[in-house]
């Protein structure tokens, strides 16, 4: 088995998109920066199924054990069931 180590400790994933981080602990309006996505944007955590409303200045801690996914909308869209994950 091969042993990468690209000096990243997290994975996360915004709107599809892989992003590695070191840091233990990151702001949402960082992790939109990171993403290159619009801070305007509301953003939801993804976890089994269930969509967590996140605030601009709340601190998520990252873990190494797993992949968070996160997904946005513009702040302005309402929620829809559709929109769920499966």
């Not at 088995?1 to 994933?13: A, F, K």
């Not at 990171?34 to 939801?44: F, L």
């Not at 605030?55 to 998520?60: C, G, L, N, P, T």
């Not at 997904?71 to 994950?85: F, I, K, N």
């Amino acid at each position: 088995m091969i042993n990468w180590d690209l000096g990243y400790r997290h994975i996360v994933d915004v709107d599809g998109q892989l992003l590695a981080i070191d840091a233990d602990l990151i702001d949402v309006a960082t992790l939109l920066k990171r993403a290159d996505i619009s801070p305007e944007r509301q953003v939801w955590l993804v976890r089994a199924g269930e969509r967590i409303p996140l605030e601009q200045r709340q601190s998520i801690r990252l873990s190494q054990d797993e992949v968070l996914f996160f997904e946005t909308a513009e702040v302005w869209q309402g929620w829809r069931p559709s929109q769920l994950a499966a």
